[in-house]
């Protein structure tokens, strides 16, 4: 009866702390392509409501907005259809909430974030960072 309590305590807290874990931010790099200059962070979270993912990026240029996405693959061989659009970056910033989406899904395969040039410069990607998988 002891040993049955202890276990299930230990379950427990091996639970908890699991899902203390997939509740921590996870930060990534964001690295330039094309020569860009353009780099940063993404920070992905759980939110109430979905994933949020916010994006910092420097060496862009003032006042351009850049779109940015989600897609299956990783930044050397992108789906080119967009798994999940991103709030257009802006001054360098980006936030997002993916409504229904965590991270632990993400974490199932291999995603990865990037950035346009501009609206206007679609096809040209300033820069990317792969979503690490779940260890």
């Known amino acids: ?12 807290v091996f639970t908890g702390t699991a899902a203390f874990a997939a ?3 996870m930060q990534f790099a964001i690295a330039d392509q094309n020569g860009s200059g353009e780099h940063g962070t993404a920070t992905l979270l759980q939110g109430s ?9 420097a060496g862009a240029a003032d006042g351009v907005d ?3 996405h989600i897609h299956a693959g990783t ?16 001054d360098g910033q ?3 909430t993916i409504e229904g989406v965590s991270l632990a899904d993400l974490q199932k395969g291999t995603y990865a ?3 346009h ?7 040209i990607y300033v820069s990317c960072g792969n979503i690490p998988v779940a260890k």
């Open 66 to 68: 850049q779109p940015a």
């Open 94 to 96: 980006s936030e997002t």
């Open 23 to 25: 509740m921590q931010p």
């Open 49 to 57: 409501r979905g994933l949020i993912v916010k994006l910092r990026l």
């Open 75 to 90: 930044c050397s061989k992108l789906d080119p259809k967009p798994k999940y659009a991103l709030r257009t970056v802006h």
């Open 113 to 115: 974030i990037n950035v």
């Open 117 to 123: 040039k501009s609206t206007k410069e679609i096809p």
């Open 1 to 12: 009866m002891k040993c049955a309590a202890a276990t299930a305590g230990a379950v427990a």
